[in-house]
Each structure stands twice: as structure tokens, then as C-alpha cells.
Nanobody, 124 residues
Framework: QVQLVESGGGLVQPGGSLRLSCVAS????????MGWYRQAPGKQRELVAS???????NYADSVKGRFTISRDSSKNTVYLSMNSLKPEDTAVYYC??????????????????WGQGIQVTASS
């Protein structure tokens, strides 16, 4: 039906950069908000950044000025560009998308989907 696929994570030295991508696929009728969350070991999942269908953005204070969220609506894709990475940015990053899709019975369903998670590590 619908799924999210994340890519772009990995290991980078402090001060380095990474770009995460999340593609939504399936019988999608519309996409509303898209966002990125992260969860470090022993900590709760927290919002990193979000973007509305009108491209208004919101960032956690800890990433303002370093991370940029963007979306390509034609590709049902959201990106997270991460610069000046710090060791404390190390976490599993999750994509979250609020969308409406059509199920096999032709019914429109509104739901909030989560990606599988992708590891980002900033370490020397």
C-alpha cells in the first residue's frame, strides 16, 4: 500500500555533513506534514525538524542553523541536510509523514507513517 524508505545515513567525523532522504511510495493521494525525528540510546524520540505542505518549517533548538529540512512534492520526498555534525547528533533518525492514501477497497485513509530508521554517527 504505502511505505517510507530512508537513505543517506552513516558515519562522519564531527564537523562533517550528511544528507538524509525519505521517499513515500504507494497509492498516495496527498501528503501533509513531513518530518524527521531521532532517538539516541537511552533517550526518548525527539523531533528534529518538520515541514508542512505549505513549506513552513520547524526545528529543534539544538539543530537550528546547522540542519535544513526540505521537500520535493513531485517526488513525495523529504530531505534533511545536516551540517557541522556533533557527537550529540548521533542517533537513529526516523522519517515521519502524514498522508492520505487509497486502500485496495478504494477508501481514502489518513495516517501517519514512520520509516524504518537510519543510523547517523558523528564520531572521530
Amino acid at each position: 500500500q504505502v511505505q517510507l524508505v530512508e537513505s543517506g545515513g552513516g558515519l562522519v567525523q564531527p564537523g562533517g555533513s550528511l544528507r538524509l532522504s525519505c521517499v513515500a511510495s504507494g497509492s498516495i493521494l496527498s501528503i501533509r506534514a513531513m518530518g524527521w525525528y531521532r532517538q539516541a540510546p537511552g533517550k526518548q524520540r525527539e523531533l528534529v525538524a518538520s515541514i508542512t505542505s505549505g513549506t513552513s518549517t520547524n526545528y529543534a533548538d539544538s539543530v537550528k542553523g546547522r540542519f535544513t529540512i526540505s521537500r520535493d512534492s513531485s517526488k513525495n520526498t523529504v530531505y534533511l541536510s545536516m551540517n557541522s555534525l556533533k557527537p550529540e547528533d548521533t542517533a537513529v533518525y526516523y522519517c515521519n509523514v502524514d498522508l492520505v492514501y487509497r486502500n485496495p477497497y478504494g477508501t481514502s485513509i489518513a495516517t501517519s507513517l514512520w520509516g524504518q530508521g537510519i543510523q547517523v554517527t558523528a564520531s572521530s
